[in-house]
């Protein structure tokens, strides 16, 4: 009997290399969980029936290409539409043997911080299906919370992979920009995207970034890595320097019960060694969220122009010639939020408000990359709540989108200056995880899964769901 | 309101969206509250300051000029809505 909840990806790899147990029946365990608790937390938009290979299973937010699997971006825009070529995320994993277990719900376009923005219904979160796994990449979160799959890739660009995996109580990575290929995802913010890992454990992270992670030719904004991903073993933070920055910390929203969890962890890094001091980033947290609402927006704008009922997806036929059918299968293929973003970006790029938003913007964003390289001449790593709350109830913020925006008001800083950063749980407040965040300058990867996986032993959180024990 | 009716059906337009009665209220209160709050970045005084357009140092990534496959005409059509002849078909112009 293999218990998908408990099991981590380091152990798949183990079972399933000493031959203890099969690909295939490790695929077929996790199909069957999948049965008996998706049809509550409806975590995945599609599963793959027989597994393509003899490895470990692993599931992708439905943003990454995969040939001869429907691939929606949870847009009705892209309903049936199905990929001709792999992303190279899904080409590496394929490489390192792991086989498709299926796609996990998203935000439309990955936009949004609770997967109901899904134009295919949202997921909930296995804590408390009352309440939202976070988001975009909620679907990833609760797969592999609820032991649906032993790990996933999701995608970030203000926060959709921390965020959410603070809320489902994973671990959860957001890479330094250009460390892993874009070639064959679907498009939200380029200047911003980054596909991640979403495991259970630091090390089953650690993993998975060492798979994908690297130069891809097809994608020229990736680089090399400087040094090669290292598995991390290490259980003390002696002769680490961590930065409290003061205003990520004392941020407006954030929960008591995340407050102290947070509190109670910074006290952990010291007593495993840690020097730890507070820091301040003056203007990258007040004006990180309004920043990144004229930059994503902006680029969403324009990538999302290629969706015209022409080369692929849904097409909305009209009476009157081809403007009309542009104008109809975009109005009735977006929903709500993509067309927000949209307006938002055309308008803060269009003729008279360019320079007063996007330009102006773009010089915010130079400010806070400054602000961050400040602090990193006397901290390795910086430290704060990932999420100012933990997993909120199911339509508490859809009908205000700016509420919805400030989830993200501690992960956007650091993502707008490229930097990498990893959410582990801390612990529960009311039986909700908390995750903490790990920030570090680009390519510190190894850096953070050092403190990560020594935090997490010392924490001893456990991730499986108090409901399911 | 940070914009009008008659602005959010300009950017309508632009951004080839046929919105409904509905959508355009909806969207002309909403679009006011998010310009509202993102106009914070104007309080800066930037003016000595270079913009960011991409978080790396990376320019002028060049490649060698080597010819691949690329994808079989059929494969490039398989998503279409419409076809005809190993084209995209839309409707008249």
């Not at chain 1, 609770?114 to 296995?126: A, K, L, Y």
């Not at chain 1, 001449?377 to 700016?402: C, H, I, Q």
Request: charged fraction near 25%.
């Amino acid at each position: 009997m293999i218990d998908t909840l408990r099991l981590t990806a380091e152990e798949a790899m183990g079972l399933v290399g000493r031959g203890e147990v099969s690909g295939a029946e490790l695929h077929r365990a996790y199909l069957d969980a999948i049965d008996e608790r998706d049809g509550e937390l409806h975590s995945y938009l599609r599963t793959v029936d027989e597994p393509d290979g003899h490895g470990v299973p692993i599931a992708f937010k439905d943003l990454i290409s995969t040939r001869g699997v429907e691939t929606t971006a949870g847009s009705k825009i892209l309903s049936g539409y199905i990929p001709v070529y792999d992303a190279t995320v899904a080409t590496r994993c394929k490489e390192a043997r792991l086989t498709l277990l299926g796609k996990t719900n998203m935000d439309e376009f990955a936009m949004g911080s609770s997967t109901e923005n899904s134009g295919f219904g949202p997921t909930r979160n296995p804590w408390d299906p009352a309440r939202v796994p976070g988001g975009s990449s909620g679907g990833s979160a609760a797969a592999v919370a609820a032991g649906l799959a032993p790990w996933a890739l999701g995608s970030d660009t203000g926060g959709s992979v921390k965020q959410p995996a603070s809320l489902c109580g994973i671990v959860g990575l957001r890479p330094t920009y250009g460390t892993v290929s874009r070639y064959g995802i679907v498009a939200f913010a380029s200047s911003l995207d980054q596909i991640g890992p979403m495991t259970k454990t630091v090390r089953d992270c650690a993993l998975l970034y060492r798979i994908v992670a690297g130069r891809d030719p097809c994608d020229t904004t990736t680089v090399e890595l400087a040094q090669p991903v290292q598995i991390p073993e290490r259980e003390d933070l002696n002769g680490l320097r961590i930065g409290v920055p003061k205003e990520l910390n004392d941020a407006e929203g954030i929960e008591p019960g995340v407050k102290e969890l947070t509190e109670r962890t910074i006290e952990l890094c010291r007593e495993l060694g840690a020097e730890v001091g507070e820091t301040t980033l003056p203007r990258s947290v007040e004006f990180g969220l309004p920043c990144y609402y004229l930059v994503a927006p902006a680029e969403a704008s324009s990538n999302l122009a290629r969706y015209d009922g022409v080369r692929y997806g849904l097409r909305v036929e009209g009476e009157d010639g081809v403007r009309a059918m542009y104008d109809r299968t975009r109005d009735g293929g977006f929903g709500d939020e993509p067309k927000r973003r949209i307006m938002l970006g055309t308008y803060a790029l269009s003729a008279g408000y360019y320079e007063a938003y996007y330009g102006q913007a773009q010089k915010v964003r130079t400010v806070i990359a400054k602000e961050h390289a400040a602090a990193f001449r006397d901290f390795d790593v910086l430290v704060s709540p990932t999420s100012p709350t933990v997993a909120f109830e199911l339509g508490a913020k859809t009908a205000n989108p700016l509420a919805m925006y400030l989830s993200d008001v501690l992960t956007i800083p650091s993502n707008m200056a490229g930097l990498p950063g990893l959410s582990i749980p801390c612990g529960l407040s009311d039986g909700l995880p908390v995750g903490f965040q790990l920030i570090g300058p680009q390519f510190s990867e190894n850096t953070l899964f050092d403190v990560g996986h020594a935090l997490e032993r010392a924490i001893g959180f456990d991730f499986v769901p108090g409901r399911f024990h | 309101m940070a914009i009008t009716r008659e602005e959010v059906l300009h950017v309508a337009r632009l951004a080839r969206l046929e919105l409904t009665e509905d959508e355009v209220e909806r969207f002309t209160e909403q679009l006011s509250a998010i310009l509202e709050a993102v106009a914070k970045v104007s309080e800066l005084d930037l003016s000595e300051v270079e913009p960011t357009a991409h978080p790396l140092d990376v320019i002028n990534v060049w490649a060698d000029d080597e010819p691949r496959p690329c994808l079989p005409l059929d494969d490039a059509l398989a998503n279409a809505p419409d076809r005809e002849a190993g084209f995209f078909k839309v409707p008249p112009a």
